[in-house]
């Protein structure tokens, strides 16, 4: 006998206005659970924020407080008193020359250290991770902590200034070097080195002209970063503008200090216009 043919399946037929509502309800239970998340997202950065403003000790009272006690000291820092202006563009060149040594020393000391602290050219790859740490432990700490330890070592003077500079620098110099070598095409490295060219010298031909733009630049972006930390590191006794302006207000001189902030400013902005034309013309 031939096989019984299978019973004819029963297909239900659900009323649009029925589809609909199951729709809506669907819909619904997911913008509420959107709702929600949001919700919940929002409470956790409130939170945050209202936690890093109790750790903050966030007083806008005391602000209302002391803004006429502000308004007060600038309006004693007006004129400003040129009578030291040699001493203070005497300090100021220091910060300057502080800035300098510490950024050309530390390019000098990153460019050989970006070459271990890069994946693709290293050519020790045990000492990638190492170098990494190395580097990343130099920038975590901050220039005016390592002046104020060097101070400690070298004595007072913008010298300890300088190697502050240049530690902290170094690391952060050696990072972005490393971090652009990484994202260089090599092909042209691996066809001259199809032409027997040695690793060296492939990198050396290939590599360094297609980095050199953006290295410079990136040299004069951390001078100009430089010249900025410098100003302060004078606080701690390490040399520059900082120590004529901790002096200024330990003295209640805002005449004086007008003069400091003055000169520093238009320091500041030169060097900076100065950079950016110089980076814009190494693109």
Known sequence: MPP?????????????????????????????????????????????????????????????????????????????????LPVILLRTAETIAIAVLGTTLAVLLALPTAVFASRNITPLRWAYHPVRWFLNSLRGIDAFVFALILVAAVGLGPFAGMLGVALHTWGSAAK???????????????????????????????????????????????????????????????GGIGQELKNSMDLLD????????AVMLLVVTVIDQASGALRARLK
């Not at 109790?54 to 007083?59: H, K």
């Not at 971090?179 to 290939?206: F, H, K, N």
């Not at 050199?212 to 302060?232: D, I, Q």
């Not at 805002?254 to 400091?260: D, K, S």
């Open 4 to 84: 019984a043919s299978p019973a004819p399946r029963t297909v239900r037929v659900v009323p649009p206005h029925v589809a609909a509502a199951c729709d809506a309800l669907e819909a619904g239970g997911r913008g509420r659970w959107h709702w929600l998340k949001i919700g919940l997202v929002a409470a956790a950065v409130i939170g945050f924020y209202a936690a890093c403003a109790w750790l903050a000790r966030v007083d806008l009272p005391r602000l209302v407080e002391g803004l006429p006690k502000l308004a007060f000291w600038i309006g004693q820092a007006w004129p400003p008193a040129i009578g030291e």
């Open 176 to 238: 972005l070097f490393a971090d652009q070598v990484e994202s260089a095409s090599l092909d042209t490295v691996d066809a001259m080195r199809t032409t027997g060219a040695t690793r060296s010298t492939a990198l050396a031909y290939a590599l360094v002209p297609q980095l050199a733009p953006v290295t410079a630049s990136t040299a004069l972006y951390l001078f100009e970063f430089n010249v900025r930390a410098s100003m302060v590191l004078g606080v701690v006794g390490a």
């Open 254 to 261: 805002f005449a004086r200090l007008a003069t400091i902030l």
